[in-house]
């Protein structure tokens, strides 16, 4: 049964540092992986998915990493800004249903 | 975009009215579910439906029922509402094989008194 994990729970930093979100699985016969950013009182939005075949996926100030092997995915996120405070979700699938992470809580500090 | 829309961002109700959600995708998506979101627990899948009138029970069904009468429509039900279904409740949809992940909603906050 697939497992997600993300470690640490809550982080934060000072305006313009890199920081690496981690996401680690159980199961690497997946499909993909995706990850999400939830503001307080909202829904979830997709920033990033990787399929199974690739290693990475970069969107702007983003970039997501694959490992299937060792079963880990890392959110890279450069320069942070206080518009980056969030919470961070990881999501994958074996089959048509993701399981989630719950989430590390990012708090960038102006 | 894919969008999906949940009909409404706030909700309050009473002890044992029945409360009805609504859920519409506009992308033909094959895959819809429904998730409720606790403090400190995640998310937790309550159904979803991977066709027309067909639907299968997820993590924490007690309580709840849908309905998915066309491709584009996904309804979750609470037969007679209690306050511990005060919470987040979360809408997705995906392809039959999610190859391009998930496509959530805003979110409807029910709060039970």
């Known amino acids: 049964k697939q497992e997600v994990t993300q470690i640490p729970a809550a982080l934060s930093v000072p305006e313009g540092e890199n920081l690496v979100l981690n996401c680690s699985f159980t199961?690497?016969?997946?499909?993909?992986l995706q990850w999400f950013r939830q503001d307080p009182g909202k829904g979830l939005t997709s920033l990033l998915l990787?399929?199974?075949?690739?290693r990475e996926q970069t969107s702007g100030r983003l970039n997501a990493s694959l490992d299937k092997s060792s079963g880990r995915s890392t959110l890279y996120i450069a320069a942070s800004q206080p518009g980056d405070s969030a919470t961070y979700l990881c999501?994958?699938?074996?089959?048509?249903?993701?399981?989630f992470g719950t989430g590390t809580r990012l708090k960038v500090l102006a | 975009d894919v969008k999906v829309t949940q009909s409404s961002r706030y909700l309050v109700k009473r002890t044992g009215e029945k409360v009805f959600l609504e859920c519409v995708q506009d992308?033909?998506?094959?895959?819809m579910f429904w998730y409720r979101q606790d403090p400190g627990l995640g998310l937790r899948l309550i159904y979803f439906?991977?066709?027309?009138?067909?639907?299968e029970k997820g993590d924490i069904p007690e309580g709840y029922s849908v309905s998915r009468e066309k491709k584009e429509r996904f309804s979750l039900i609470l037969e007679s509402a209690s306050t511990n279904q005060t919470s987040m409740y979360l809408c997705?949809?995906?392809?039959?094989?999610?190859?391009?992940?998930?496509?959530f909603g805003s979110g409807t906050r029910l709060t039970v008194v």
């Open positions: 999501a994958t699938s074996g089959t048509y249903k993701y399981i």
């Open positions: 199961d690497s016969a997946i499909y993909n």
């Open positions: 990787i399929q199974s075949s690739q």
């Open positions: 992308m033909d998506h094959e895959n």
């Open positions: 439906s991977y066709d027309v009138k067909m639907k």
């Open positions: 997705a949809s995906s392809l039959v094989i999610p190859n391009y992940g998930y496509t």
